[in-house]
Protein backbone atom coordinates (compact mmCIF):
# COMPACT_ATOMS: atom_id res chain seq x y z
CA UNK A 1 0.00 0.00 0.00
CA UNK A 2 1.17 3.78 -0.90
CA UNK A 3 2.60 4.78 2.43
CA UNK A 4 0.93 8.72 1.67
CA UNK A 5 -2.66 6.56 1.77
CA UNK A 6 -2.08 5.22 5.31
CA UNK A 7 -0.54 8.46 6.90
CA UNK A 8 -4.53 10.32 5.07
CA UNK A 9 -6.77 8.58 7.73
CA UNK A 10 -4.16 9.38 10.69
CA UNK A 11 -4.25 13.11 9.63
CA UNK A 12 -7.65 13.00 9.64
CA UNK A 13 -8.65 11.33 12.87
CA UNK A 14 -5.41 14.25 14.46
CA UNK A 15 -7.60 16.97 13.04
CA UNK A 16 -11.19 15.81 14.17
CA UNK A 17 -10.99 16.38 18.28
CA UNK A 18 -9.85 19.98 17.47
CA UNK A 19 -12.66 21.03 15.52
CA UNK A 20 -15.18 19.16 17.73
CA UNK A 21 -14.16 22.00 20.65
CA UNK A 22 -15.01 24.47 18.57
CA UNK A 23 -11.41 25.72 18.09
CA UNK A 24 -11.06 28.08 14.78
CA UNK A 25 -8.41 27.01 12.22
CA UNK A 26 -7.60 30.76 11.38
CA UNK A 27 -5.46 31.61 14.14
CA UNK A 28 -6.73 33.82 17.28
CA UNK A 29 -8.98 36.36 17.09
CA UNK A 30 -9.45 39.46 19.29
CA UNK A 31 -12.54 41.05 20.60
CA UNK A 32 -13.16 43.77 22.71
CA UNK A 33 -10.63 46.61 24.58
CA UNK A 34 -7.70 45.01 26.39
CA UNK A 35 -7.99 44.55 30.13
CA UNK A 36 -6.61 47.36 32.50
CA UNK A 37 -7.16 45.86 35.53
CA UNK A 38 -8.85 43.57 37.82
CA UNK A 39 -11.54 45.13 40.56
CA UNK A 40 -11.99 43.40 44.05
CA UNK A 41 -15.70 41.86 44.16
CA UNK A 42 -16.27 44.07 47.49
CA UNK A 43 -14.56 47.38 46.11
CA UNK A 44 -16.40 49.82 43.71
CA UNK A 45 -15.21 52.34 41.83
CA UNK A 46 -14.91 55.75 43.56
CA UNK A 47 -16.74 58.49 41.71
CA UNK A 48 -14.79 61.79 40.58
CA UNK A 49 -15.38 64.41 43.56
CA UNK A 50 -16.19 67.92 42.16
CA UNK A 51 -15.28 70.84 44.17
CA UNK A 52 -18.16 73.50 44.02
CA UNK A 53 -17.64 76.72 42.65
CA UNK A 54 -18.31 79.56 44.96
CA UNK A 55 -20.84 81.74 45.06
CA UNK A 56 -19.60 85.54 45.16
CA UNK A 57 -21.19 88.15 48.04
CA UNK A 58 -22.48 90.64 47.02
CA UNK A 59 -23.20 94.17 48.80
CA UNK A 60 -27.01 95.07 48.37
CA UNK A 61 -27.84 99.11 48.74
CA UNK A 62 -31.47 99.32 50.17
CA UNK A 63 -33.29 102.25 51.88
CA UNK A 64 -35.11 102.12 55.37
CA UNK A 65 -36.06 104.69 57.70
CA UNK A 66 -34.88 105.51 61.13
CA UNK A 67 -36.55 108.18 63.37
CA UNK A 68 -37.86 109.86 59.99
CA UNK A 69 -34.40 109.89 58.07
CA UNK A 70 -33.52 107.77 55.64
CA UNK A 71 -30.68 105.49 56.20
CA UNK A 72 -28.48 103.64 53.50
CA UNK A 73 -28.35 100.13 54.26
CA UNK A 74 -25.27 97.58 53.10
CA UNK A 75 -27.01 94.20 52.78
CA UNK A 76 -24.90 91.29 52.24
CA UNK A 77 -26.19 88.48 50.29
CA UNK A 78 -25.11 85.85 47.59
CA UNK A 79 -24.91 87.31 44.06
CA UNK A 80 -25.20 88.47 41.62
CA UNK A 81 -28.85 90.08 42.15
CA UNK A 82 -30.60 92.81 39.63
CA UNK A 83 -32.61 95.61 40.10
CA UNK A 84 -35.79 93.56 40.39
CA UNK A 85 -34.30 91.24 43.16
CA UNK A 86 -33.19 93.64 44.99
CA UNK A 87 -36.59 95.70 45.24
CA UNK A 88 -38.04 92.15 46.39
CA UNK A 89 -35.73 92.54 49.26
CA UNK A 90 -36.74 96.38 50.05
CA UNK A 91 -40.70 95.30 50.06
CA UNK A 92 -39.54 92.57 52.86
CA UNK A 93 -38.52 95.07 54.64
CA UNK A 94 -35.62 95.20 57.46
CA UNK A 95 -33.98 91.92 58.33
CA UNK A 96 -33.63 90.78 62.42
CA UNK A 97 -30.50 92.72 62.80
CA UNK A 98 -31.65 95.36 60.51
CA UNK A 99 -34.59 95.66 63.22
CA UNK A 100 -32.27 95.55 66.18
CA UNK A 101 -31.04 98.76 64.98
CA UNK A 102 -33.78 100.64 65.41
CA UNK A 103 -34.68 100.20 61.09
CA UNK A 104 -38.01 100.14 59.97
CA UNK A 105 -40.16 100.37 56.59
CA UNK A 106 -42.77 102.60 55.34
CA UNK A 107 -42.92 100.17 52.29
CA UNK A 108 -45.85 97.72 52.29
CA UNK A 109 -45.23 93.81 51.63
CA UNK A 110 -45.39 93.20 47.56
CA UNK A 111 -47.74 90.87 46.30
CA UNK A 112 -46.38 91.44 43.22
CA UNK A 113 -43.68 92.85 41.82
CA UNK A 114 -42.73 95.98 40.03
CA UNK A 115 -42.11 96.81 36.37
CA UNK A 116 -38.38 98.39 36.02
CA UNK A 117 -37.48 100.00 32.60
CA UNK A 118 -33.88 101.07 31.99
CA UNK A 119 -32.36 103.99 29.47
CA UNK A 120 -29.10 104.72 29.92
CA UNK A 121 -28.70 107.07 33.53
CA UNK A 122 -32.78 107.23 33.52
CA UNK A 123 -34.98 104.37 35.61
CA UNK A 124 -38.69 103.78 35.30
CA UNK A 125 -40.32 101.79 38.03
CA UNK A 126 -43.96 101.12 37.46
CA UNK A 127 -45.56 99.78 40.89
CA UNK A 128 -48.69 97.57 40.42
CA UNK A 129 -52.18 98.51 41.42
CA UNK A 130 -52.29 96.11 44.81
CA UNK A 131 -48.91 98.83 45.84
CA UNK A 132 -52.11 101.31 46.52
CA UNK A 133 -50.65 104.78 47.28
CA UNK A 134 -47.24 105.64 48.96
CA UNK A 135 -46.41 107.95 51.47
CA UNK A 136 -43.40 110.71 50.37
CA UNK A 137 -40.70 108.79 52.21
CA UNK A 138 -41.54 105.11 50.84
CA UNK A 139 -41.19 106.58 47.45
CA UNK A 140 -38.06 107.92 48.59
CA UNK A 141 -37.07 104.70 49.83
CA UNK A 142 -37.91 102.83 46.62
CA UNK A 143 -36.77 105.66 44.04
CA UNK A 144 -33.03 105.49 46.47
CA UNK A 145 -32.58 102.00 46.53
CA UNK A 146 -32.74 101.24 42.48
CA UNK A 147 -30.83 104.64 42.07
CA UNK A 148 -28.11 103.63 44.00
CA UNK A 149 -28.42 100.20 42.90
CA UNK A 150 -28.15 100.98 38.82
CA UNK A 151 -25.01 102.85 40.07
CA UNK A 152 -23.36 99.68 41.43
CA UNK A 153 -23.94 97.94 38.08
CA UNK A 154 -23.11 100.85 35.77
CA UNK A 155 -20.67 102.84 37.88
CA UNK A 156 -19.41 104.91 34.52
CA UNK A 157 -23.30 106.76 34.44
CA UNK A 158 -22.37 108.85 37.18
CA UNK A 159 -25.57 109.96 38.50
CA UNK A 160 -29.19 108.25 37.94
CA UNK A 161 -32.37 109.53 37.89
CA UNK A 162 -35.81 107.08 39.04
CA UNK A 163 -38.85 107.37 38.01
CA UNK A 164 -41.56 105.89 40.24
CA UNK A 165 -44.94 105.60 38.64
CA UNK A 166 -47.86 105.10 41.19
CA UNK A 167 -51.54 103.71 40.75
CA UNK A 168 -53.07 106.12 39.29
CA UNK A 169 -50.87 107.73 37.10
CA UNK A 170 -48.95 109.86 39.65
CA UNK A 171 -45.79 110.13 39.52
CA UNK A 172 -42.52 110.70 42.24
CA UNK A 173 -38.85 110.69 41.04
CA UNK A 174 -35.11 111.18 42.89
CA UNK A 175 -31.93 111.27 41.50
CA UNK A 176 -29.07 109.20 42.85
CA UNK A 177 -27.43 112.77 44.07
CA UNK A 178 -30.07 113.39 46.35
CA UNK A 179 -30.25 110.33 48.22
CA UNK A 180 -28.33 109.84 51.47
CA UNK A 181 -25.10 107.62 52.16
CA UNK A 182 -24.00 105.43 55.41
CA UNK A 183 -21.86 107.14 57.71
CA UNK A 184 -22.68 110.30 59.22
CA UNK A 185 -25.63 110.84 56.65
CA UNK A 186 -27.36 108.33 58.60
CA UNK A 187 -28.72 110.85 61.13
CA UNK A 188 -28.22 114.21 59.23
CA UNK A 189 -30.17 113.59 56.49
CA UNK A 190 -34.26 114.02 56.69
CA UNK A 191 -36.10 111.93 53.87
CA UNK A 192 -36.03 113.33 50.61
CA UNK A 193 -39.84 113.76 50.96
CA UNK A 194 -40.19 115.56 54.10
CA UNK A 195 -39.61 118.74 55.42
CA UNK A 196 -37.52 119.52 51.61
CA UNK A 197 -38.35 121.50 48.66
CA UNK A 198 -38.84 119.37 45.30
CA UNK A 199 -39.45 116.27 47.59
CA UNK A 200 -40.38 112.91 46.31
CA UNK A 201 -44.13 114.08 45.32
CA UNK A 202 -43.26 117.18 43.58
CA UNK A 203 -42.51 115.31 40.45
CA UNK A 204 -38.97 114.21 38.65
CA UNK A 205 -36.13 115.89 40.31
CA UNK A 206 -32.65 116.96 38.32
CA UNK A 207 -29.69 115.47 39.04
Do not use: H, W
Request: negative net charge; hydrophobic residues 35%; glycine residues 12%.
Amino acid sequence: MNPSARAFPLLLAALLPLSACGIPETGVVEAGEPATGVLDPDVTSAPSESVPEAVPLVKVPLYFVEDGSLVAVDRTVPGPTDLGSTLLMLFKGPDVKERDRGLTTELPPAAEAPTIRTDGTGVSVRLPRSAGSLSDTAVDQLACTVAVARLRQDPALGSAQVTVEQPGGRLAGRSSEDCPLGGTARRSAPAPGTGTSGGANAGTTGG
